[in-house]
């Protein structure tokens, strides 16, 4: 079993207007992202946009993707019924994906108990046939309760969570349970990354690694070699980032950075206004001039 650690990357789905997925594309993306030398890469979470794609594209993304890719792929699993999830998670293992990644279902709230009651009969059907990791995302679905993930990552059932709550609280009760029991502890928000990676965190799941590997893989080299200074000036730097990706809908900074790096990754899902369209003329020419800047803080010591 691959260990899922250090920096993986949350990658967006590169699509023709449809939207209709663009192989080739999405080939490109995944030879940059492995040659950036991350840990893994998550295919179809929510910087994936998943939701726009019926099962048998996804399917298909994940099994070519895997026969591509040179770094583990974590196959995002999440569907709105739990038939539908367990489809898609049977053939990202038989393809060969390192982990799954698995959201409670979308759209419709539900209770605690229903969610703890999904996730087990989830890893009933899937009778371990690749490591599953629970994906707390409470901003677009049914929050898991701390109690619930902790009732759940003690059956041994899962190998791990990514909490993308950005909830520290949560995530200290999440650290002092990873203290007793083993399992893997993924931040999934990289507002709180830095301080996640330094109390204890196995690592991280990046929306912003799939547009500024450089950035993400020197932050995380700088906080386990105990580099204050550097780690200092690149958490500077990743939250400017994220004050920018705040001012479109997710994951739509992340597409237009990739874009501005030469990346075909398709159009935005929903076009926007015209204020949101100077916004992101904006972000492009501030990007092109901070990129460079920020690729020699990353590789300085």
Same mark, same amino acid.
């Given at each position: 079993?691959?260990? =899922?650690?250090? *920096?993986?990357?949350?990658?967006?789905?590169?699509?023709?207007?449809?939207?209709?997925?663009?192989?080739?594309?999405?080939?490109?993306? =995944?030879?940059?992202?492995?040659?950036?030398?991350?840990?893994? !890469?998550?295919?179809?979470?929510?910087?994936?946009?998943?939701?726009?794609?019926?099962?048998?594209?996804?399917?298909?993304?994940?099994?070519?993707? *895997?026969?591509?890719?040179?770094?583990?792929? !974590?196959?995002?699993?999440?569907?709105?019924?739990?038939?539908? %999830?367990?489809?898609?998670?049977?053939?990202?293992?038989?393809?060969?994906?390192?982990?799954?990644?698995?959201?409670?279902?979308?759209?419709?709230?539900?209770?605690?108990?229903? *969610?703890?009651?999904?996730?087990? #009969?989830?890893?009933?059907?899937?009778?371990?046939?690749?490591? !599953?990791? @629970?994906?707390?995302?409470?901003?677009?679905?049914?929050?898991?309760?701390?109690?619930?993930?902790?009732?759940?990552?003690?059956?041994? @059932?899962?190998?791990?969570?990514?909490?993308?709550?950005?909830?520290?609280?949560?995530?200290?009760?999440?650290?002092?349970?990873?203290?007793? #029991?083993?399992?893997? @502890?993924?931040?999934?928000?990289?507002?709180?990354?830095?301080?996640?990676?330094?109390?204890?965190?196995?690592?991280?799941?990046?929306?912003?690694?799939?547009?500024?590997?450089?950035?993400?893989?020197?932050?995380?080299?700088?906080?386990?070699?105990?580099?204050?200074? &550097?780690?200092?000036?690149?958490? %500077?730097?990743?939250?400017?980032? =994220?004050?920018?990706?705040?001012?479109?809908?997710?994951?739509?900074? !992340?597409?237009?950075?990739?874009?501005?790096?030469?990346? &075909?990754?398709?159009?935005?899902?929903?076009?926007?206004?015209?204020?949101?369209?100077?916004?992101?003329?904006?972000?492009?020419?501030?990007?092109?001039?901070?990129?460079?800047?920020?690729? &020699?803080?990353?590789?300085?010591?």
């Amino acid at each position: 079993m691959t260990a =899922i650690r250090g *920096v993986n990357v949350a990658a967006v789905t590169a699509w023709r207007e449809g939207p209709e997925l663009d192989l080739g594309a999405t080939f490109e993306l =995944i030879d940059y992202l492995s040659a950036s030398g991350v840990n893994g !890469i998550a295919l179809l979470g929510s910087t994936g946009e998943f939701l726009h794609f019926e099962i048998a594209e996804r399917i298909r993304l994940v099994t070519l993707a *895997v026969k591509r890719s040179r770094a583990p792929v !974590i196959a995002g699993v999440a569907h709105s019924s739990l038939d539908g %999830a367990v489809v898609l998670a049977r053939e990202a293992a038989a393809a060969g994906a390192a982990a799954l990644l698995l959201m409670p279902p979308y759209f419709f709230r539900y209770s605690e108990e229903d *969610v703890r009651e999904f996730y087990l #009969h989830f890893a009933k059907e899937l009778k371990d046939a690749a490591p !599953i990791f @629970l994906y707390n995302i409470p901003f677009f679905t049914t929050a898991i309760a701390c109690e619930t993930a902790l009732e759940l990552l003690a059956t041994g @059932l899962f190998a791990g969570i990514k909490d993308s709550s950005g909830n520290w609280d949560y995530f200290v009760r999440l650290k002092e349970a990873h203290e007793q #029991h083993a399992f893997t @502890l993924l931040a999934g928000n990289d507002v709180v990354f830095t301080r996640a990676r330094q109390a204890g965190a196995d690592g991280v799941v990046s929306g912003v690694a799939c547009a500024i590997p450089e950035l993400m893989l020197g932050l995380d080299a700088a906080i386990l070699s105990g580099d204050a200074g &550097k780690t200092r000036r690149l958490e %500077a730097r990743l939250q400017e980032f =994220i004050s920018w990706l705040d001012h479109f809908p997710t994951p739509l900074g !992340i597409r237009e950075a990739l874009k501005v790096r030469g990346l &075909k990754v398709g159009p935005a899902g929903v076009p926007l206004g015209p204020r949101g369209l100077e916004q992101l003329a904006a972000f492009r020419e501030w990007f092109k001039a901070w990129l460079p800047i920020v690729q &020699k803080d990353s590789r300085s010591a």
